[in-house]
Every structure is written in C-alpha cells, then in structure tokens.
C-alpha cells in the first residue's frame, strides 16, 4: 500500500510538471502567433500601398498622354 501511495505521488509530480511545460509552450505559440498576425497585417498594407502607388503612377502617365478611360 505504502509502495501504492510513493508510486502516485511520483506520477502526479511528474504530471505536474508536464502541465508547466505544456503552458510553457502554449505561450511560446501564442507569441508566435502574434508575431506572424503582425507580419501578415504588415505585408498586407504594404501591398495594398505598393498597388496604389501603380495606380496613382498609371493615373498620371494617363493624364500626362492624354489617355482619358
């Protein structure tokens, strides 16, 4: 019984330490995932300035030719 009870308290021990490891990581993702929203939201304004830039620069060359669409 006593061997029961050394054997239980071993396990729970090592479940409790696999829980702070778990959370550990789970964190770890969770700044993992911020950093990649922030670098997606990033790219995505950099994208939409970077087409209107070719929009403003094909606007002015159409006016400046005279090409009214």
């Known amino acids: ?4 009870k050394e054997l239980a308290k071993q396990i729970l021990e090592k479940l ?3 829980n702070t490891k778990l959370a550990s990581i789970e ?5 993992s995932d911020s950093k990649m929203d922030k ?6 304004k950099s994208v ?3 087409v209107c830039v070719v929009m403003e ?3 002015e060359i159409s006016i400046s030719g005279h090409h009214f669409y």
Request: hydrophobic content about 20%.
């Open 27 to 31: 964190d770890s993702l969770d700044k």
């Open 57 to 59: 620069q094909n606007h």
């Open 48 to 50: 939409e300035s970077g």
């Open 39 to 44: 670098l997606n939201g990033g790219a995505s």
């Open 16 to 18: 409790k330490e696999m």
């Open 1 to 4: 019984m006593e061997t029961e």
